[in-house]
């Protein structure tokens, strides 16, 4: 029969175009947003993460905002590359709670050439 | 570059073996999580320890799962009897404190 799975949204990009990619959180106590990217066949590679206390992080061709009145969180990559092609989740923790994250489903990113 | 390694890479099993998944975390690091990944069910925390005591295993099938720590250099999953629908990527990731948590590289497991 069909194999039925997660369905990933997918944003395809032009190499050298901006990508920007949004994740809605849950619970309005999370003060800790981290964001991973997972390439096909390997663990997720952490790649920057906010606490509540900003609503802006800068990285290395990424950008991390946050909106904590709508409880969103976006990833701006500049200038995408064919390298940046994988699957991107977003993750929140309450860091006076658990140790737990609760991760995004996920979103997959083609560069496109 | 410190790194979370995990073995083996690959684990291929016939229905009812028992498989044992290792894991090293990052020096220093004293939290320690087991997540497995399906195209079904995407990310699941399995289990985490602090200081190498386990806090939460509630994600885990009690009753052929178990997760250790016997010193702070290793993490063991073990499944006994394991079954097919086990077949996943058992990842393990280490952190500090509440800190960011990085992953290792994943166990692939096959069990037929």
């Known amino acids: 029969g069909e194999s039925v799975g997660l369905h990933l949204p997918t944003l395809s990009v032009q190499e050298g175009d901006n990508s920007i990619i949004n994740c809605a959180y849950s619970n309005s106590a999370s003060d800790y947003f981290i964001w991973y990217k997972q390439e096909s066949g390997k663990g997720p590679q952490f790649i920057i993460d906010i606490r509540s206390n900003m609503d802006k992080r800068q990285g290395q061709r990424v950008t991390v905002l946050l909106n904590k009145t709508v409880k969103h969180l976006s990833l701006q990559i500049a200038a995408t590359q064919p390298g940046d092609s994988a699957v991107y989740f977003c993750a929140e923790s309450v860091t006076s709670g658990t140790y737990k994250y609760i991760f995004g489903t996920g979103t997959r990113l083609k560069v496109l050439a | 570059d410190a790194r979370v390694t995990q073995t083996p890479r690959h684990k291929v099993t016939e229905m009812g073996q028992e498989v044992t998944m290792r894991c090293q975390p990052i020096?220093?690091?004293?939290?320690v999580f087991w997540y497995r990944q399906t195209m079904m069910q995407g990310l699941e925390l399995l289990a985490y320890f602090r200081n190498r005591a386990p806090l939460d295993d509630s994600g885990m099938p009690k009753d052929r799962f178990s997760a250790e720590m016997p010193d702070a250099t290793l993490a063991t999953l073990k499944i006994q009897p394991s079954e097919p629908r086990d077949s996943a990527v058992y990842f393990c990731?280490?952190?500090?404190?509440?800190?960011?948590?990085?992953f290792g590289p994943g166990t692939r497991l096959l069990v037929l």
């Open positions: 020096l220093g690091h004293n939290t």
């Open positions: 990731a280490s952190g500090r404190g509440r800190e960011t948590q990085y």
